[in-house]
């Protein structure tokens, strides 16, 4: 039995959103980029103002539907309206911001409604630029009752981001397990 | 929009080619211009709303319509027409090379269709012009 797997890539402006999802997709994603103005908030040169959507075949049949939010919560709409059908959230950080927690923290609330109902991950890119180190998100999303494991990745690397979409995948059959759902797979 | 962000044109000169639009088509109520990344650069209106949201909004969907148009193999640029119950919601480019712009005009279901697109490419000739 096939299944399709609608799945959001959420988390800050420049994290690696787009770049996620360009890593995996099986052909080029569909990508609404538009120039960047807000050098202050990041020095990238484009910025995702729609979103990403790119596509995964898995062997034994079943697909990922992949879409990479906006960053800036100007944006927030696009978050609402890509939620509905989710079935979970890769949320990635960048360590390397002077406060990546805050930025996290930013958009990370507009997504705990289909974390809790669903499944949520969370990826750390640059990892070794910062001062915080995995413990720190953990105990940071522990703090507030976010039920999410932390993986430090290199969203550029493929298998990092499979490895991102594994544990998604493991935890959304996990709880559906648990909540005896399992006569809703297609 | 920090102060780092380079401003575009004299706000004023876009500002009178908004108003100006309004004056053409009076089913017009609201006009917004805003960069492609989603920031204000000027409105008019004659109706409040809200302004930085619709300029989100309105990069969102120009930049969404173009992608389906890339998609089809249709080029890459259009515009956007929404047509609501109670009003329409026109969306254009303004393919500035310096820095592409988003036109969004909102106006009342009572506007015709092709006076509202002619009165807002007019608009986006004078945006152009004003460079
Ligand atoms: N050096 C380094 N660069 C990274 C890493 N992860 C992502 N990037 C880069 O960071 C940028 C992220 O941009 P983008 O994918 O547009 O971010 P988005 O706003 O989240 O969609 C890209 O240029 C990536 O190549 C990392 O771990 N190390
Ligand atoms: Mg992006």
Redesign the pocket.
């Known amino acids: 039995m096939s299944r399709e797997y609608k799945l959001l890539f959420a ?10 999802i360009a890593a995996i997709s099986d052909s080029a994603p569909i990508s609404t980029e538009a120039r960047n103005t807000d050098i202050a908030q ?1 020095s ?1 040169a ?3 103002v729609g979103f ?1 959507y790119g596509e995964v075949a898995l062997e034994g049949g079943d697909r990922l539907r992949l879409y ?1 939010m906006p ?1 800036q919560s100007r944006f927030d709409f696009i978050w609402k309206v890509a939620s509905a059908g989710a079935l979970g959230v890769v949320m ?1 950080a960048d360590n390397s911001r002077p406060d990546p927690l805050a930025d996290l923290s930013a958009c990370i609330d507009a997504f705990t409604e289909l974390a809790a109902a669903h499944a949520m991950v969370v990826g750390v ?2 990892g070794g630029e910062g001062r915080l180190g995995i413990d720190d998100y953990g105990e940071w999303l522990a703090a507030r009752g976010h039920v999410a494991p932390v993986f430090s ?4 690397r493929r298998d990092d981001v499979l490895l991102l979409i594994d544990a998604l995948l493991n935890q959304i059959e996990t709880r559906e397990l648990l909540a005896g759902t399992t006569e809703s797979r297609a | 929009m920090t102060l780092d962000t380079p401003l575009i044109g004299a706000p004023g000169l876009h500002e009178s080619a908004l108003t100006e639009l309004l004056e053409l088509l009076p089913q017009a109520h609201s006009v917004v211009l805003a960069q492609t990344d989603g920031f204000e650069v000027a409105s008019a209106m004659r109706r409040a709303v809200p302004a930085a949201r619709l300029a989100a909004l309105a990069s969102s969907m120009l930049a969404l319509g173009a992608a389906a148009l890339r998609e089809l193999g249709m080029g890459g640029h259009g515009n956007v027409l929404i047509e609501g119950t109670d009003g329409k919601l026109l969306l254009l480019e303004v393919p500035l090379a310096s820095q592409p712009l988003v036109l969004a005009v909102v106006a009342g279901e009572d506007a015709i269709t092709g006076s509202l697109l002619w009165a807002a490419r007019q608009c986006v000739q004078r945006i152009i012009n004003h460079q």
């Open positions: 988390g800050p402006m420049g994290a690696g959103k787009t770049t996620a990041h990238k484009q910025t995702t990403d990479g960053g990635l890119g640059r990745v290199d969203v550029r």
